[in-house]
């Protein structure tokens, strides 16, 4: 994923919300340049921290969201208020968490090697899935983000592994800056009931389940989302 996904709201939400958005790309992603030989969690989170302005709204979708997180975490001062979308805190299940199978990662990342094209268009499809627009919504997500570079093969790669092994739940639980999320009712990657888990581990956490949505709610229920950035901030 890179940046232009958020192109469709952005001069929307400046004005709903009277303040200037910037959204960035995570390295190996839209073009931005990758350090190849150190690709993991910490390392996006430092070569992003530079880029965020003290006391930002910060948002994240999906992996953006653990590194959201992980930069509330460890930059307390850029972080003013945390907003994930879509967005796990472990993203893979266990007998304690809900989340996406293990395998079902560890397959995709075996059908990367084979196939990106072909791979990325089924991980499109996913997020998608359930959505009442999914045609619809896979069109507009394609649409948005071959208009950049393509993804570099090892960002795809690791961005899988960062979501099949990390676990923020201690970082989560000792933030300090208020932490909302929105979620879809229909997501095939992040089940909503994460939600309740979510606000068990940080009490302040706050969050909103669209009925209707799937993982990518912004493209799908545009306005639902903008109102909810709304009624946050």
């Not at 994240?60 to 992980?70: N, Y």
């Not at 094209?117 to 069109?139: C, P, V, W, Y």
């Not at 389940?209 to 946050?232: C, D, G, Q, T, V």
């Amino acid at each position: 994923m890179n940046k232009e996904v958020w192109q469709l709201i952005e001069t929307e939400l400046e004005n709903v919300l009277g303040l200037s958005v910037k959204a960035l790309n995570l390295p190996g992603f839209g073009g931005e340049p990758i350090n190849s030989e150190a690709y993991e969690l910490d390392t996006i989170v430092q070569s992003l921290a530079n880029k965020v302005n003290e006391n930002s709204i910060v948002v994240g979708w999906s992996l953006g969201g653990l590194v959201a997180t992980k930069l509330a975490a460890a930059h307390p001062d850029k972080v003013a208020h945390l907003i994930l979308v879509s967005s796990n805190i472990q993203f893979c299940e266990d007998d304690t968490w809900p989340g996406i199978k293990s395998q079902v990662l560890a397959q995709f990342k075996v059908q990367l090697a084979k196939d990106s094209n072909k791979t990325i268009e089924r991980f499109l499809a996913i997020q998608a899935m359930g959505s009442e627009h999914a045609k619809g919504d896979i069109k507009q997500l394609k649409s948005l983000l071959f208009q950049a570079a393509e993804p570099h093969e090892i960002a795809l790669s690791a961005g899988l592994d960062i979501l099949q092994n990390t676990n923020l739940k201690s970082e989560f639980e000792t933030l300090h800056c208020p932490v909302s999320g929105i979620f879809g009712r229909l997501d095939a990657l992040v089940p909503p009931t994460v939600a309740a888990e979510m606000a068990k581990v940080n009490p302040q956490f706050s969050y909103e389940i669209l009925p209707k949505a799937s993982h990518a709610p912004f493209i799908s229920h545009r306005n639902e989302f903008i109102n909810y950035l709304k009624s946050r901030l």
